[in-house]
């Protein structure tokens, strides 16, 4: 838990406490909250935290932005699964002991928290001297009303959700290939897709669902059950600019579509019918193609070359 | 989750598997898995990591003791409320991608979770390029079939479970009076009070816990409840060389008991027939005090130089 000997250790307190007002839990107070549930569904925990692009937010200063992250890349790989997310703990790493960081940390967390309905149960701040970056790991867990299979069906329409930019893997690549430049685009955070597609999945069949991450487009891979997804992507789609400067800057496209989401940061396989009305609701949906009977195969026409790349 | 890309992927998803044999959970297989609990009690979720201690065990290569650390820096809080640890997620963060270290590290958490009953219900491996040390956090949650109050009570006998030397906390301070040697003493792992705890509190009254980690003694006051804490270590006990050293270093006895736990990994406050028989069966247990009627003030006769320091 927080250390007692911090000024901060009330506030911090206060913020915590601010979001245990959830439908999902119901607390007893003492030197450790417990935590008794008010359903008995099956659940699912998940961990991430912002990695390399935690030194962008830090010498950036753009704490929201990072919480942000920290919360988007666990929550949409809670989508994955239909979870609905109602507890959470969080660590943070600093390299210096910034009571202003850590306030701004921890109330954007209970903020976002509380319109999530999701309890932050604790967590724990953590100084290390001997980094530069900074880091916001969240473990979550999420209730589960009903389990199902996450596979993508031959004659499925693959659908693409738009990204917010590089999210949070490949910063590692990017200061390679473009140097320690372009902190606006290193510091937009995540975008946030959890809520769409659980109000989709309450009406929709979709049978395959994948946050692009780390591995990007190969992580298809692991929801083609032996399909192969036949990828093209409309011709008025443009990867953002960062992108394009990536790719230009010598990165082939298939190692682009191996690392970074290329403008695409969530992927839906829903069959025809429904395929139709998700591309007609949801803001920024776009179809990139099928899947068809193959051999798990991922195969990508490049939005900046036009190659065909097989993943 | 674990990066699809990575070639130990595989066998880190095997090892996790290993721990999902457990009494406390079944298990849906899928992209994630999916844990349906087996109990409805209340439960408790704690984060905590290895912190500044990282570096060293990442200099010394020592893996497992990194692993003990951050599970007994948990496991010891869960202590506290009676909790019995059930699934854990862990967020490896290292300076550079070595296959070798990664392995070491789940195959050594898997074993531990197998002997602890604690299903492993994922995680995530980050490398950070801009840090020297290496962090192993953890995030566990446990369950707790009776809630109760964690307070001591006036007529309390003060009882210390002796440390393994250092344990997690005040690496910080060692290496600014020490500097960067006694590398040895920094990578030995904390011990684990978890299971001498739990099997305590099935036969006796125990009114207060507290384990001794960041604020060392100040944290009594969290349990004092108006009451005070007077503390004289036994005459035979003498605290680790690496202690009477940072002492010689400088440090005064009110810093070193603020900072250090100084011998004393843990603390019971039990009532005198109680502890009377906790002292018999617990190696290593010592008594170190009583609990009197007071303001909540911890007052402690120093190990090192016998000065009476206020917390």
Not at 162 to 173: A, D, F
Not at 225 to 250: L, Y
Not at 274 to 297: F, N, S
Request: contains cysteine.
């Amino acid at each position: 838990m927080y250390d007692p000997t911090k000024p901060y250790k009330h506030r911090i307190l206060k913020l915590i406490e601010s979001t245990w007002r959830t439908p999902y839990v119901s607390v007893r107070r003492g030197i450790y909250p417990v935590f008794t549930k008010k359903f008995s569904d099956s659940e699912i925990q998940h961990t991430d935290g912002i990695g390399t692009k935690g030194g962008y937010h830090w010498r950036a200063r753009t704490f929201r932005s990072a919480v942000i992250d920290a919360l988007a890349m666990n929550l949409n790989d809670l989508a994955l699964v239909g979870a609905t997310p109602y507890v959470l703990q969080n660590h943070i790493v600093l390299p210096e002991d910034d009571h202003e960081a850590i306030l701004k940390i921890v109330s954007t967390l209970s903020a976002e928290c509380r319109k999530y309905k999701i309890a932050m149960t604790g967590g724990e701040t953590s100084i290390h001297s001997d980094t530069e970056g900074m880091d916001i790991s969240i473990t979550v867990s999420g209730f589960v009303k009903k389990v199902r299979t996450n596979r993508c069906r031959p004659g499925d329409v693959l659908i693409g959700l738009r990204s917010n930019g590089l999210h949070s893997n490949g910063i590692t690549l990017v200061r390679k290939v473009l140097g320690n430049m372009y902190l606006k685009d290193c510091t937009r955070p995540t975008a946030m897709y959890l809520d769409t597609v659980l109000r989709l999945l309450k009406k929709h069949d979709i049978n395959g669902l994948m946050h692009i991450t780390g591995g990007a487009f190969s992580k298809l891979k692991d929801i083609l059950d032996g399909a192969d997804a036949r990828i093209t992507f409309p011709a008025r789609f443009k990867p953002q600019p960062i992108f394009r400067k990536i790719f230009e800057a010598g990165v082939p496209s298939a190692e682009m579509y191996r690392t970074l989401n290329c403008g695409i940061g969530f992927v839906l396989s829903a069959p025809q019918k429904d395929a139709v009305h998700i591309l007609k609701v949801v803001p920024g949906a776009l179809r990139i193609g099928e899947v068809k009977k193959g051999t798990g195969v991922v195969y990508i026409r490049s939005a900046f070359d036009g190659a065909e790349i097989v993943i």
